[in-house]
């Protein structure tokens, strides 16, 4: 039995990659583009656009910082309806779902509808980026000189509100029992000397405008975001 055993392994061995191969072959280009269009997506920040008026592409010489084209507005809402939604979402078995969750879950909608809003500059060139990663910051705990830490909540374009309550509980419960990549590596930073760190952010900008920096780096930093947002609740600011 064993040596039927040792020989059924060894052609499965022999037969796994031979499989894969003609799996591989039988493919249709369509099936082929797909699959490479996802392992991109995992290994890069966005995908570059080049269909744009021509104009979108002076305005990155003229304005180039965002400060440049910044535009500021201020709306009222009622949000009547918004907290019936809430308290029924509660009832539903959500404990703290709040109107934190229902902002979220209307941005990610925003996105997936209007991926044009979720689009970065790098290097005077306009990329549309490849998740919708939204940046947040949390305090530990609730108190005043409790540390901060910054979270990245990433969604997928379909998510509903239960799914954006269910990802930003996760991670939130994860960041404040655990430091996480970013605050590691913000440590670390900090214990350099000014001139190091300033070569060190040299570098690193260098490498951010020629989109070389690695993905590893972008996933985790909360520089590189569809957006930042603060709950002014969790930082116990009514």
């Not at 995992?42 to 656009?49: S, Y």
């Not at 180039?64 to 009222?76: G, I, L």
């Not at 520089?223 to 930042?228: D, E, K, T």
Request: hydrophobic residues 40%; aromatic residues 8%.
């Amino acid at each position: 039995k064993r040596y039927l055993q040792i020989r059924h392994e060894y052609v499965n061995m022999l037969l796994t990659p031979t499989l894969l191969i003609q799996g591989g072959l039988c493919m249709t280009k369509e099936e082929k583009k797909a699959l490479k269009a996802s392992k991109n997506k995992a290994k890069k920040e966005g995908r570059r656009i080049r269909t744009l008026d021509p104009m979108h592409y002076v305005a990155l010489y003229v304005m180039k910082t965002r400060n440049d084209a910044t535009n500021y507005f201020s709306e009222k809402l009622d949000i009547g309806t918004v907290e019936e939604y809430i308290k029924k979402k509660r009832e539903e078995g959500l404990n703290d779902f709040s109107i934190m969750h229902v902002f979220i879950a209307a941005l990610v909608r925003m996105y997936s509808q209007h991926p044009e809003m979720n689009r970065f500059v790098r290097g005077r060139r306009i990329y549309a980026r490849n998740n919708i990663e939204i940046v947040m910051t949390v305090k530990k705990e609730m108190k005043l000189n409790a540390d901060d830490t910054v979270i990245k909540l990433i969604y997928p374009p379909e998510a509903t509100a239960e799914d954006v309550y269910r990802i930003t509980n996760e991670v939130v419960k994860s960041a404040l029992e655990t430091n996480d990549d970013f605050d590691g590596g913000a440590k670390a930073l900090n214990k350099m000397p000014r001139f190091l760190m300033r070569i060190v952010m040299w570098f690193l900008e260098k490498l951010e405008f020629f989109g070389l920096v690695p993905r590893a780096l972008t996933s985790v930093s909360p520089f590189h975001g569809s957006l930042v947002i603060t709950s002014l609740a969790s930082l116990c600011i009514p």
